[in-house]
């Protein structure tokens, strides 16, 4: 009988051991939400927000793609309004004025580290922004007519 007890007692206690990480996270809150400083000025983004917040990088990559394959550089969005195809300038410069407060604090909340910015300029608080030499037409790049 004793020994019962003390079998069975020692099963509960591995029990609660085996469990312990569940029952602690259940008891703990979660990490509150980043909060986003919104873009001053500018109210709708190129897509909805809804869109933006779940597949902006698909959106990024088409851009680059349309801009460095195809040579084209203004998107027509939803509303019918003409925008530059540019990270730096439309995303960043245009509406996101601050990436630390915005982009940065998502990613950070995610984990996400985004490696864009080896070669894309971020622009300065004051909306500087250094640009390069104009691209060249799709007809003078090298294979361009294959
Ligand atoms: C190795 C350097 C490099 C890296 C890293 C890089 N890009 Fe680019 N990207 C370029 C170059 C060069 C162009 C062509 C610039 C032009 O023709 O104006 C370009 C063009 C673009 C464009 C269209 C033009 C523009 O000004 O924005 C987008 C959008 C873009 N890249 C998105 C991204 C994203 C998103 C990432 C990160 C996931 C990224 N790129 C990482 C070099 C890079
Ligand atoms: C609401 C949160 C949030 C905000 C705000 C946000 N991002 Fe993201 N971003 C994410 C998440 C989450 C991922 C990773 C998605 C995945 O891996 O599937 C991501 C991924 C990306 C990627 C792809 C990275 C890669 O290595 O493929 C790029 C590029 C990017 N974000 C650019 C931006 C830029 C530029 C801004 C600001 C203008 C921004 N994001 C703002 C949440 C956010």
Redesign the pocket.
């Known amino acids: 009988m004793r020994n019962r007890i003390l079998i069975l007692a020692g099963l509960a206690l591995c029990l609660a051991a085996l469990t312990w990480p569940v029952w602690r996270a259940l008891a703990s809150a979660p990490a509150p939400a980043?909060s986003?400083a919104r873009p001053v000025g500018a109210t709708r983004c190129v897509a909805p927000v809804g869109f933006m917040?779940t597949s902006?990088?698909t959106l990024?990559a088409e851009w680059r793609d349309r801009v460095v394959r195809d040579g084209v550089r203004t998107y027509t969005d939803a509303d019918g309004r003409v925008v530059t195809m540019s990270?730096s300038g439309t995303?960043?410069r245009a509406c996101?004025a601050d990436?630390t407060k915005?982009?940065d604090?998502?990613?950070d909340?995610?984990g996400?580290?985004?490696?864009?910015w080896g070669c894309h300029v971020v622009p300065t608080a004051t909306g500087a922004i250094v640009s390069g030499p104009a691209a060249p037409s799709r007809s003078s790049r090298p294979g361009a007519a294959l």
């Open positions: 980043p986003l917040r902006h990088m990024l990270l995303c960043l996101h990436k915005f982009c604090r998502c990613h909340y995610a996400v580290k985004p490696t864009c």
